[in-house]
Protein backbone atom coordinates (compact mmCIF):
# COMPACT_ATOMS: atom_id res chain seq x y z
CA UNK A 1 0.00 0.00 0.00
CA UNK A 2 1.05 3.56 -0.70
CA UNK A 3 1.02 5.95 1.60
CA UNK A 4 -2.08 7.61 0.89
CA UNK A 5 -4.24 4.51 0.90
CA UNK A 6 -5.89 2.89 3.65
CA UNK A 7 -7.82 -0.26 4.64
CA UNK A 8 -10.21 2.50 6.94
CA UNK A 9 -10.50 5.84 5.97
CA UNK A 10 -13.19 8.19 8.36
CA UNK A 11 -14.74 11.39 7.42
CA UNK A 12 -14.89 12.98 10.85
CA UNK A 13 -13.07 13.11 14.52
CA UNK A 14 -16.06 13.26 16.53
CA UNK A 15 -17.40 10.58 18.77
CA UNK A 16 -18.61 8.31 16.33
CA UNK A 17 -15.57 9.22 13.77
CA UNK A 18 -12.97 8.77 16.11
CA UNK A 19 -14.18 6.08 18.07
CA UNK A 20 -14.61 4.03 14.94
CA UNK A 21 -10.84 4.89 14.33
CA UNK A 22 -9.29 3.42 17.70
CA UNK A 23 -11.88 0.59 17.11
CA UNK A 24 -10.93 -0.28 13.61
CA UNK A 25 -6.43 -0.03 14.47
CA UNK A 26 -7.78 -2.21 17.23
CA UNK A 27 -8.64 -4.51 14.86
CA UNK A 28 -5.72 -4.06 12.64
CA UNK A 29 -6.41 -2.55 10.36
CA UNK A 30 -4.72 0.65 8.86
CA UNK A 31 -6.74 3.64 9.44
CA UNK A 32 -6.85 7.65 8.93
CA UNK A 33 -9.55 10.22 10.34
CA UNK A 34 -10.00 13.32 8.43
CA UNK A 35 -11.57 16.18 10.74
CA UNK A 36 -11.17 20.09 10.12
CA UNK A 37 -12.14 21.40 12.99
CA UNK A 38 -10.38 24.13 14.61
CA UNK A 39 -9.45 24.89 18.15
CA UNK A 40 -9.56 28.18 19.97
CA UNK A 41 -5.99 28.50 19.54
CA UNK A 42 -6.53 28.20 16.06
CA UNK A 43 -4.88 24.55 15.93
CA UNK A 44 -6.38 21.53 14.73
CA UNK A 45 -8.53 20.17 17.57
CA UNK A 46 -10.23 16.10 17.55
CA UNK A 47 -13.44 15.41 19.08
CA UNK A 48 -15.89 17.09 17.38
CA UNK A 49 -18.73 19.40 18.00
CA UNK A 50 -18.99 17.27 21.22
CA UNK A 51 -15.66 17.79 22.95
CA UNK A 52 -14.96 21.11 21.73
CA UNK A 53 -18.38 23.28 21.73
CA UNK A 54 -20.81 20.48 23.20
CA UNK A 55 -21.41 17.68 25.69
CA UNK A 56 -18.09 18.06 27.43
CA UNK A 57 -17.82 22.15 27.68
CA UNK A 58 -21.13 22.28 28.15
CA UNK A 59 -21.04 20.61 31.38
CA UNK A 60 -18.07 21.86 32.87
CA UNK A 61 -20.11 25.34 32.82
CA UNK A 62 -23.36 23.28 34.28
CA UNK A 63 -21.17 21.89 37.10
CA UNK A 64 -19.83 25.78 37.67
CA UNK A 65 -23.00 27.44 37.36
CA UNK A 66 -24.38 24.51 39.77
CA UNK A 67 -21.59 25.57 42.86
CA UNK A 68 -22.17 29.01 42.25
CA UNK A 69 -26.20 28.62 42.99
CA UNK A 70 -25.63 26.28 45.73
CA UNK A 71 -23.24 28.66 47.30
CA UNK A 72 -25.98 31.38 47.13
CA UNK A 73 -29.07 29.54 47.82
CA UNK A 74 -28.55 26.27 48.38
CA UNK A 75 -26.01 25.79 51.35
CA UNK A 76 -28.05 27.85 53.78
CA UNK A 77 -29.83 24.69 54.79
CA UNK A 78 -26.95 22.66 55.50
CA UNK A 79 -25.79 26.11 57.87
CA UNK A 80 -22.99 27.31 55.68
CA UNK A 81 -23.16 31.04 54.54
CA UNK A 82 -21.39 33.27 52.43
CA UNK A 83 -21.23 36.71 52.11
CA UNK A 84 -20.88 39.02 49.03
CA UNK A 85 -20.69 35.41 46.69
CA UNK A 86 -19.09 36.51 43.26
CA UNK A 87 -18.19 34.34 40.29
CA UNK A 88 -15.16 35.50 37.72
CA UNK A 89 -16.74 34.44 34.24
CA UNK A 90 -13.55 34.23 32.29
CA UNK A 91 -11.82 31.81 35.05
CA UNK A 92 -15.28 29.88 34.79
CA UNK A 93 -14.94 29.63 30.65
CA UNK A 94 -10.96 29.10 31.47
CA UNK A 95 -11.41 25.98 33.34
CA UNK A 96 -13.76 25.07 30.71
CA UNK A 97 -11.20 25.46 27.48
CA UNK A 98 -8.62 23.96 29.91
CA UNK A 99 -10.97 20.65 30.12
CA UNK A 100 -11.58 20.65 26.72
CA UNK A 101 -7.83 20.75 25.41
CA UNK A 102 -7.05 17.58 28.15
CA UNK A 103 -9.49 15.41 25.80
CA UNK A 104 -8.78 16.56 22.59
CA UNK A 105 -4.95 16.38 23.68
CA UNK A 106 -6.37 12.73 24.72
CA UNK A 107 -7.49 11.61 21.40
CA UNK A 108 -4.70 12.47 19.90
CA UNK A 109 -2.87 10.67 22.50
CA UNK A 110 -5.06 7.21 21.74
CA UNK A 111 -4.86 7.77 18.14
CA UNK A 112 -0.90 7.86 18.26
CA UNK A 113 -1.06 4.69 20.59
CA UNK A 114 -3.58 3.43 18.03
CA UNK A 115 -1.30 4.33 15.31
CA UNK A 116 -4.05 6.65 13.71
CA UNK A 117 -2.91 8.62 11.35
CA UNK A 118 -4.76 12.42 11.89
CA UNK A 119 -5.29 14.16 8.85
CA UNK A 120 -6.63 17.79 8.93
CA UNK A 121 -8.58 19.49 6.10
CA UNK A 122 -12.48 19.49 4.34
CA UNK A 123 -13.26 16.47 3.14
CA UNK A 124 -15.07 15.84 -0.42
CA UNK A 125 -16.23 11.79 -0.97
CA UNK A 126 -15.57 11.19 -4.63
CA UNK A 127 -16.01 7.87 -7.02
CA UNK A 128 -14.15 5.07 -6.51
CA UNK A 129 -13.58 5.18 -2.74
CA UNK A 130 -11.26 7.91 -3.11
CA UNK A 131 -11.42 11.26 -0.83
CA UNK A 132 -10.51 14.47 -1.32
CA UNK A 133 -8.93 16.43 1.50
CA UNK A 134 -8.64 20.57 1.02
CA UNK A 135 -6.18 21.64 3.88
CA UNK A 136 -5.77 25.23 5.73
CA UNK A 137 -3.46 26.25 3.10
CA UNK A 138 -5.86 25.29 0.44
CA UNK A 139 -4.39 22.51 -0.94
CA UNK A 140 -5.90 19.69 -2.20
CA UNK A 141 -4.45 15.73 -1.54
CA UNK A 142 -6.52 12.27 -2.86
CA UNK A 143 -6.45 9.95 -0.48
CA UNK A 144 -8.38 5.98 -1.14
CA UNK A 145 -9.17 3.42 1.00
CA UNK A 146 -11.07 -0.26 0.76
CA UNK A 147 -13.70 1.39 3.59
CA UNK A 148 -15.28 4.87 4.00
CA UNK A 149 -16.74 5.74 7.40
CA UNK A 150 -18.43 8.83 6.86
CA UNK A 151 -18.98 10.42 10.36
CA UNK A 152 -18.93 14.26 9.54
CA UNK A 153 -21.83 14.85 12.43
CA UNK A 154 -24.45 17.90 12.75
CA UNK A 155 -24.50 21.57 12.63
CA UNK A 156 -26.79 23.74 14.37
CA UNK A 157 -29.73 25.21 12.07
CA UNK A 158 -29.48 29.01 11.80
CA UNK A 159 -32.95 30.92 11.36
CA UNK A 160 -33.00 33.35 7.83
CA UNK A 161 -34.41 35.90 10.43
CA UNK A 162 -31.98 35.63 13.34
CA UNK A 163 -28.62 34.67 11.60
CA UNK A 164 -25.77 34.29 13.56
CA UNK A 165 -23.55 36.59 14.47
CA UNK A 166 -20.95 35.50 16.98
CA UNK A 167 -21.46 38.60 18.95
CA UNK A 168 -25.55 39.23 19.61
CA UNK A 169 -27.21 36.63 17.88
CA UNK A 170 -24.64 33.00 18.98
CA UNK A 171 -25.11 29.02 18.40
CA UNK A 172 -24.25 26.48 21.44
CA UNK A 173 -20.76 27.71 21.15
CA UNK A 174 -21.47 31.55 21.02
CA UNK A 175 -22.99 30.71 24.88
CA UNK A 176 -20.49 28.61 25.90
CA UNK A 177 -18.11 32.00 25.61
CA UNK A 178 -19.51 34.86 26.89
CA UNK A 179 -16.92 37.01 28.63
CA UNK A 180 -19.82 38.21 30.85
CA UNK A 181 -23.02 37.02 32.78
CA UNK A 182 -25.55 38.89 29.86
CA UNK A 183 -28.35 40.63 32.02
CA UNK A 184 -31.23 39.40 29.60
CA UNK A 185 -30.48 36.14 28.08
CA UNK A 186 -33.22 35.22 25.00
CA UNK A 187 -33.08 31.56 23.87
CA UNK A 188 -34.94 30.16 20.96
CA UNK A 189 -35.95 26.65 21.60
CA UNK A 190 -36.70 24.47 24.64
CA UNK A 191 -34.73 21.65 23.96
CA UNK A 192 -31.59 20.41 25.44
CA UNK A 193 -29.51 22.84 24.10
CA UNK A 194 -31.50 25.78 25.47
CA UNK A 195 -32.50 24.64 28.88
CA UNK A 196 -28.90 23.26 29.45
CA UNK A 197 -26.89 26.28 28.41
CA UNK A 198 -30.04 28.94 29.77
CA UNK A 199 -29.90 27.31 33.23
CA UNK A 200 -26.34 27.79 33.54
CA UNK A 201 -26.60 31.78 33.18
CA UNK A 202 -29.95 31.98 34.94
CA UNK A 203 -27.80 30.50 37.99
CA UNK A 204 -24.89 33.13 37.15
CA UNK A 205 -27.42 36.28 37.22
CA UNK A 206 -29.30 36.69 34.18
CA UNK A 207 -33.07 36.92 33.25
CA UNK A 208 -33.42 34.23 30.93
CA UNK A 209 -36.69 34.13 28.76
CA UNK A 210 -37.31 30.56 26.46
CA UNK A 211 -39.34 30.71 23.29
CA UNK A 212 -40.73 27.24 22.16
CA UNK A 213 -42.65 27.37 18.61
CA UNK A 214 -44.46 24.00 20.09
CA UNK A 215 -47.63 23.86 22.25
CA UNK A 216 -46.33 21.11 24.62
CA UNK A 217 -42.81 21.19 26.72
CA UNK A 218 -40.46 18.75 26.22
CA UNK A 219 -42.99 17.00 23.78
CA UNK A 220 -40.16 14.12 23.30
CA UNK A 221 -40.36 13.04 27.23
CA UNK A 222 -42.66 11.44 29.07
CA UNK A 223 -45.84 13.62 29.93
CA UNK A 224 -45.13 13.16 33.26
CA UNK A 225 -41.25 14.11 33.80
CA UNK A 226 -41.67 17.17 31.44
CA UNK A 227 -44.13 18.39 33.81
CA UNK A 228 -42.36 17.96 37.04
CA UNK A 229 -38.91 19.62 34.63
CA UNK A 230 -41.65 22.24 34.19
CA UNK A 231 -42.58 22.88 37.59
CA UNK A 232 -39.18 22.74 38.59
CA UNK A 233 -37.55 24.99 36.14
CA UNK A 234 -40.25 27.73 36.63
CA UNK A 235 -39.66 27.80 40.82
CA UNK A 236 -35.99 28.52 39.07
CA UNK A 237 -36.97 32.03 37.80
CA UNK A 238 -36.74 30.10 33.81
CA UNK A 239 -39.59 32.02 31.67
CA UNK A 240 -40.25 29.27 29.74
CA UNK A 241 -42.72 30.58 26.59
CA UNK A 242 -44.86 28.33 24.77
CA UNK A 243 -46.35 28.07 21.18
CA UNK A 244 -44.12 31.29 20.66
CA UNK A 245 -42.75 31.84 16.80
CA UNK A 246 -39.99 34.26 15.99
CA UNK A 247 -40.76 36.33 13.18
CA UNK A 248 -37.93 38.68 13.16
CA UNK A 249 -34.61 39.25 15.28
CA UNK A 250 -33.14 43.13 14.90
CA UNK A 251 -30.10 43.82 16.68
CA UNK A 252 -29.73 47.50 18.02
CA UNK A 253 -27.79 49.70 20.46
CA UNK A 254 -29.52 48.19 23.41
CA UNK A 255 -29.36 44.19 22.13
CA UNK A 256 -31.67 42.30 20.44
CA UNK A 257 -35.30 43.39 19.60
CA UNK A 258 -37.75 39.93 19.18
CA UNK A 259 -40.98 39.86 17.84
CA UNK A 260 -42.64 36.70 18.17
CA UNK A 261 -46.57 35.49 17.88
CA UNK A 262 -48.02 33.82 20.74
CA UNK A 263 -52.06 32.65 21.60
CA UNK A 264 -52.63 36.78 23.00
CA UNK A 265 -50.89 37.35 19.03
CA UNK A 266 -47.40 39.62 18.22
CA UNK A 267 -45.10 40.66 20.95
CA UNK A 268 -41.81 41.89 21.33
CA UNK A 269 -39.16 40.86 23.99
CA UNK A 270 -36.11 42.50 24.53
CA UNK A 271 -32.56 41.01 25.61
CA UNK A 272 -28.87 41.08 25.37
CA UNK A 273 -28.01 38.22 24.07
CA UNK A 274 -29.99 35.69 21.76
CA UNK A 275 -29.05 31.58 21.62
CA UNK A 276 -30.59 30.11 18.85
CA UNK A 277 -31.44 26.52 19.44
CA UNK A 278 -33.88 24.93 17.47
CA UNK A 279 -32.43 21.95 16.27
CA UNK A 280 -29.34 21.11 14.49
CA UNK A 281 -29.26 19.20 11.06
CA UNK A 282 -26.61 16.46 9.74
CA UNK A 283 -23.52 18.44 8.29
CA UNK A 284 -22.99 17.26 4.66
CA UNK A 285 -23.04 20.30 2.30
CA UNK A 286 -19.78 20.18 0.49
CA UNK A 287 -19.57 16.19 1.45
CA UNK A 288 -20.52 14.02 -2.16
CA UNK A 289 -18.55 14.75 -5.12
CA UNK A 290 -20.25 13.58 -8.25
CA UNK A 291 -21.21 9.72 -9.34
CA UNK A 292 -19.85 8.51 -5.28
CA UNK A 293 -23.53 6.51 -5.15
CA UNK A 294 -24.01 7.36 -1.45
CA UNK A 295 -27.38 9.33 -1.50
CA UNK A 296 -28.64 12.02 1.25
CA UNK A 297 -32.85 12.06 2.05
CA UNK A 298 -34.74 14.98 2.38
CA UNK A 299 -33.46 15.96 5.75
CA UNK A 300 -29.78 15.90 4.21
CA UNK A 301 -28.58 12.73 6.28
CA UNK A 302 -26.88 10.00 4.70
CA UNK A 303 -28.98 7.11 4.47
CA UNK A 304 -27.99 3.66 5.91
CA UNK A 305 -29.19 0.22 6.20
CA UNK A 306 -29.62 -1.45 9.83
CA UNK A 307 -26.03 -1.98 9.46
CA UNK A 308 -25.08 1.63 8.63
CA UNK A 309 -24.16 0.57 5.24
CA UNK A 310 -24.86 3.11 2.59
CA UNK A 311 -25.63 0.41 -0.12
CA UNK A 312 -22.19 1.45 -2.22
CA UNK A 313 -19.88 -1.22 -1.48
CA UNK A 314 -16.93 -0.09 1.06
CA UNK A 315 -19.04 3.06 2.24
CA UNK A 316 -20.62 3.26 5.66
CA UNK A 317 -21.75 6.20 7.29
CA UNK A 318 -22.61 6.85 11.45
CA UNK A 319 -23.35 9.39 14.23
CA UNK A 320 -25.35 12.65 13.64
CA UNK A 321 -25.24 12.58 9.41
CA UNK A 322 -27.53 9.50 9.39
CA UNK A 323 -30.93 8.56 10.34
CA UNK A 324 -31.70 7.68 14.45
CA UNK A 325 -31.14 10.00 17.52
CA UNK A 326 -28.24 13.11 17.43
CA UNK A 327 -26.55 11.90 20.77
CA UNK A 328 -22.65 11.21 21.20
CA UNK A 329 -23.11 7.86 22.80
CA UNK A 330 -25.49 6.83 19.91
CA UNK A 331 -22.65 8.08 17.51
CA UNK A 332 -19.86 6.29 19.37
CA UNK A 333 -21.98 2.45 19.82
CA UNK A 334 -22.30 3.00 15.78
CA UNK A 335 -18.46 3.82 15.13
CA UNK A 336 -17.88 0.73 16.69
CA UNK A 337 -20.52 -1.67 15.54
CA UNK A 338 -19.19 -0.08 12.19
CA UNK A 339 -15.46 -0.92 12.73
CA UNK A 340 -16.48 -4.33 13.47
CA UNK A 341 -18.62 -5.44 11.27
CA UNK A 342 -15.94 -4.29 8.72
CA UNK A 343 -13.38 -6.63 10.36
CA UNK A 344 -15.55 -9.36 9.97
CA UNK A 345 -17.30 -9.43 13.37
CA UNK A 346 -21.09 -8.94 14.55
CA UNK A 347 -21.48 -4.96 15.25
CA UNK A 348 -25.05 -4.10 16.16
CA UNK A 349 -26.94 -1.11 17.57
CA UNK A 350 -30.16 -1.46 19.26
CA UNK A 351 -31.60 2.25 18.71
CA UNK A 352 -34.74 1.22 20.66
CA UNK A 353 -32.49 1.33 24.05
CA UNK A 354 -30.38 4.24 23.75
CA UNK A 355 -30.99 6.54 26.94
CA UNK A 356 -32.06 10.23 27.19
CA UNK A 357 -30.56 12.92 29.26
CA UNK A 358 -30.84 16.46 29.88
CA UNK A 359 -28.26 18.07 32.25
CA UNK A 360 -30.36 20.39 34.12
CA UNK A 361 -31.56 20.41 37.44
CA UNK A 362 -33.02 18.53 38.40
CA UNK A 363 -31.87 16.04 35.50
CA UNK A 364 -33.67 14.17 33.03
CA UNK A 365 -32.93 11.22 31.80
CA UNK A 366 -35.14 8.26 29.84
CA UNK A 367 -35.21 5.04 27.59
CA UNK A 368 -37.63 3.36 25.76
CA UNK A 369 -41.44 3.94 24.93
CA UNK A 370 -43.35 6.95 26.66
CA UNK A 371 -46.59 5.97 28.05
CA UNK A 372 -48.63 8.75 25.16
CA UNK A 373 -46.47 6.00 22.34
CA UNK A 374 -47.42 3.15 24.36
CA UNK A 375 -50.55 4.08 24.23
CA UNK A 376 -50.50 5.09 20.92
CA UNK A 377 -49.63 1.92 19.46
CA UNK A 378 -52.35 -0.07 21.47
CA UNK A 379 -49.85 -1.72 24.13
CA UNK A 380 -51.91 -3.19 27.15
CA UNK A 381 -49.60 -1.84 29.83
CA UNK A 382 -49.01 -0.48 33.80
CA UNK A 383 -47.28 1.43 35.42
CA UNK A 384 -45.05 2.34 39.15
CA UNK A 385 -43.40 5.37 40.17
CA UNK A 386 -41.93 6.45 43.35
CA UNK A 387 -40.91 10.13 44.15
CA UNK A 388 -37.82 11.04 45.14
CA UNK A 389 -39.21 12.91 48.46
CA UNK A 390 -39.70 9.54 50.16
CA UNK A 391 -36.03 8.54 49.44
CA UNK A 392 -33.72 8.96 52.11
CA UNK A 393 -30.52 9.87 50.29
CA UNK A 394 -32.33 12.49 48.00
CA UNK A 395 -33.86 13.85 51.20
CA UNK A 396 -29.93 14.41 53.19
CA UNK A 397 -29.13 15.61 49.83
CA UNK A 398 -31.72 18.02 49.47
CA UNK A 399 -32.42 17.35 46.49
CA UNK A 400 -35.76 15.75 46.69
CA UNK A 401 -37.95 16.98 43.08
CA UNK A 402 -39.26 14.24 40.88
CA UNK A 403 -39.83 10.51 40.58
CA UNK A 404 -38.82 7.40 38.70
CA UNK A 405 -41.31 6.18 36.41
CA UNK A 406 -41.24 2.81 34.79
CA UNK A 407 -43.53 1.23 32.23
CA UNK A 408 -44.47 -2.30 31.71
CA UNK A 409 -46.13 -4.39 29.56
CA UNK A 410 -49.47 -5.66 31.38
CA UNK A 411 -49.24 -9.54 30.15
CA UNK A 412 -45.50 -9.93 30.19
CA UNK A 413 -44.16 -7.15 32.34
CA UNK A 414 -41.10 -6.50 30.26
CA UNK A 415 -40.03 -3.13 30.50
CA UNK A 416 -41.20 -0.70 28.04
CA UNK A 417 -39.85 2.29 29.20
CA UNK A 418 -38.75 3.98 32.51
CA UNK A 419 -38.51 7.86 32.59
CA UNK A 420 -37.24 10.07 35.31
CA UNK A 421 -36.96 12.99 36.31
CA UNK A 422 -34.57 14.14 39.66
CA UNK A 423 -30.92 13.99 41.05
CA UNK A 424 -28.12 12.35 39.20
CA UNK A 425 -30.73 9.95 37.06
CA UNK A 426 -28.48 10.34 34.40
CA UNK A 427 -26.27 7.77 36.19
CA UNK A 428 -29.25 5.49 37.08
CA UNK A 429 -30.77 5.65 33.64
CA UNK A 430 -27.84 3.31 32.96
CA UNK A 431 -29.59 0.21 35.07
CA UNK A 432 -32.74 0.43 32.87
CA UNK A 433 -30.93 0.41 29.43
CA UNK A 434 -29.38 -2.79 30.74
CA UNK A 435 -32.30 -4.32 32.22
CA UNK A 436 -34.27 -3.37 28.66
CA UNK A 437 -31.36 -4.96 27.01
CA UNK A 438 -31.64 -8.29 28.61
CA UNK A 439 -35.21 -8.24 27.76
CA UNK A 440 -35.76 -7.63 31.27
CA UNK A 441 -39.24 -7.30 34.04
CA UNK A 442 -40.95 -4.89 36.55
CA UNK A 443 -40.60 -7.65 38.38
CA UNK A 444 -36.74 -8.23 37.53
CA UNK A 445 -35.88 -5.07 38.84
CA UNK A 446 -38.28 -5.31 41.98
CA UNK A 447 -36.05 -8.35 43.04
CA UNK A 448 -32.79 -6.88 42.74
CA UNK A 449 -31.54 -5.79 45.91
CA UNK A 450 -30.49 -1.59 46.03
CA UNK A 451 -27.86 -0.32 48.43
CA UNK A 452 -29.56 1.76 51.24
CA UNK A 453 -29.74 4.98 51.22
CA UNK A 454 -29.20 5.19 47.46
CA UNK A 455 -31.00 7.40 45.03
CA UNK A 456 -31.45 4.26 43.46
CA UNK A 457 -33.75 2.67 45.51
CA UNK A 458 -36.19 4.79 43.67
CA UNK A 459 -36.06 2.36 40.98
CA UNK A 460 -36.57 -0.44 43.19
CA UNK A 461 -39.66 1.32 44.63
CA UNK A 462 -40.96 2.20 41.04
CA UNK A 463 -40.46 -1.38 39.96
CA UNK A 464 -42.39 -2.75 42.76
CA UNK A 465 -45.02 -0.11 42.34
CA UNK A 466 -45.83 -1.42 39.23
CA UNK A 467 -47.50 -4.02 40.98
CA UNK A 468 -49.09 -2.15 43.97
CA UNK A 469 -46.64 -3.19 46.07
CA UNK A 470 -44.23 -0.61 46.80
CA UNK A 471 -43.11 -0.47 50.01
CA UNK A 472 -42.46 3.11 50.93
CA UNK A 473 -45.49 4.58 49.67
CA UNK A 474 -49.43 3.94 49.64
CA UNK A 475 -50.31 2.10 46.28
Given at each position: MSEQTYDVLIIGAGPAGYVAAIRAAQLGMKTACIDDFIGKDGKPALGGTCLNIGCIPSKALLDSSKQFHNLTHGFEAHGISAKDAKIDVGTMVGRKDKIVKQFTGG?????KANK?????GFATLKANRVVSVKAADGKSTDYSATNIIIATGSSPIELPFAKFDGKHIVDNAGALDFSETPKRLGVIGAGVIGLELGSVWKRLGSEVTILEALPDFLSTADADIAKVAAREFKKQGLDIRLGAKLGKAEVGKNGVTLTYTDAKGEQTLEVD????????????????????GVKLDDRGRVEVDEHNWTGVEGIWAAGDCVRGPMLAHKGSEEGIAVAELIAGKAGHVNLDTIPWVIYTEPELAWVGQTEAQVKEAGIPYKTGSFPFAAIGRAVAMNETAGHVKIIAHAETDRILGVHMVGPVVSELIAEAVVTMEFKGSAEDLARIVHAHPTLSEAVHEAALSVDKRSIHKAN
Open positions: ITSLFVTAISKLLVAVGRRAATKGLLGDNT
